[in-house]
């Protein structure tokens, strides 16, 4: 047992790890080039966007559950029928829902941890898919949020960030607008398990295989946060 | 503004990459950082070129692996699924450098990423300090529990080495 010589030894450790990188074939610059501008392309119409989608969904109401709970009984179907889009369509309904859940204080604990929020709190957010109710004019979507803590203006960054598969479940009122009426997220102690009974089989897997896009995305985040005051 | 930018990012990526392993301790994760990290290198050099581009990009790498990154991580941590390419692929490759390599790994984000600016990129303490936006009390403070930490694992893993022997 000798760790006398302990500096030499991590330094030599790092170094050789360091030698054992692949270097993927391809050529970075392009796809930064090419990222950095699709991002400030999609970060402006993002943004237009969900502002049209708030002003049309002026019923929005939220009544969150506690986090933490496992699914309610709507979403315990493993094969239930699938929609492809929600009765808004799916740019509208996933603007609303960004929009009303990034802004709710349960979802801000439930991302943070409790943590204090000291900036901007903002969400992507990938609809993975949704079931229709006619007779109860209930919707269930099956979501995977990715929100943060971001400090705003110039130099804007993300200071905390989670990422949480959540259902969402919406009433149908009329004229295409929607209540937001319950969400329901996974329990941390038994993840796989929660997933597992609250989402479809396929969605569950996608989110066990973290098959998800978020959109907006991180960047995009910070790019909307640089713009806020 | 996009062949300077484009030139440095070609030049610099191989380094940028193999600082991230260190800090993230998976090549997968490294890559999607490095990604990251010079997707916003662009963006600042459309807006002014910087000084100093390494040291910017050393900078935000390693903030990311430690700040917003790490947390997200950590929340998705029970997310993964099957195989990943990662350190482990290659332990055999690291031969007698594995245990080190491994308690390093196993440092808490902040630690790591004091040892790998201090071990690996040579730095000072003031540019420690200038990296991370440290107190330099506090990186020396995180310097010290990670080589305690690593002393102390080490003690213990070699010690059960020389007891199965």
């Known amino acids: ?229 | 503004m996009g062949g300077d930018a484009a030139d440095f990012i070609r030049s610099e990526y191989p380094t940028a990459l193999r600082r991230a392993v260190l800090l993230v301790g998976d090549q997968r994760a490294a890559e999607a950082l490095v990604q990251e990290a010079m997707v916003r290198l662009w963006a600042a050099w459309r807006r002014q070129p910087p000084d100093n581009p390494g040291a910017y990009l050393r900078t935000v790498t390693t903030n990311l692996a430690i700040s917003g990154w790490r947390r997200r991580r950590l929340r998705e941590v029970p997310f993964e699924m099957g195989p990943e390419p990662s350190v482990d692929d290659s332990a055999a490759e690291l031969g007698e450098h594995d245990v080190v390599w491994r308690a390093v790994r196993a440092l808490p984000p902040r630690q790591r990423a004091v040892i790998v600016l201090r071990y690996y990129e040579g730095l000072s303490e003031p540019e420690i300090c200038a990296v991370l936006g440290m107190a330099p009390g506090t990186v020396r403070s995180q310097a010290s529990k990670a080589r305690d930490h690593l002393r102390s694992t080490l003690n213990n893993e070699e010690g059960a080495f020389d007891e199965r022997r």
């Open chain 1, 1 to 229: 047992m000798n760790v006398d010589n302990l500096d030499q030894r991590i330094s030599a450790a790092l170094e050789a790890r360091a030698e054992a990188v692949r270097i993927p074939v391809g050529d970075p610059a392009l796809l930064a080039g090419r990222t950095a501008r699709s991002r400030r392309r999609r970060a402006t119409l993002g943004i237009a966007t969900a502002l049209a989608a708030t002003a049309a969904t002026t019923v929005l109401a939220v009544s969150l559950n506690d986090g933490g709970r496992p699914a309610s009984e709507v979403a315990t179907d493993p094969n239930p029928p699938m929609s492809p889009s929600s009765p808004t369509g799916n740019l509208g309904l996933h603007a609303a829902l960004r929009q009303e859940l990034q802004s709710d204080t349960r979802v801000i604990d439930e991302v943070l941890l409790g943590g204090v929020l000291t900036g901007a709190f903002l969400c992507g957010v990938d609809l993975l898919g949704s079931t229709t109710e006619d007779r109860s004019k209930l919707d269930v979507h099956y979501v995977w949020l990715v929100c943060g803590d971001f400090t705003t203006g110039e130099h804007a960054e993300v200071t905390t960030a989670g990422a949480i598969p959540a259902v969402v479940t919406t009433r149908r009122i009329d004229m295409g607008e929607l209540e937001i009426v319950d969400v329901q997220y996974p329990r941390q102690s038994a993840l796989q398990a929660d997933i597992e009974q609250m989402f479809p089989a396929e969605i569950a897997q996608r989110i066990l295989m973290r098959d998800v896009d978020p959109r907006p995305t991180e960047a995009e985040l910070v790019e909307e946060a640089s713009a806020m005051p």
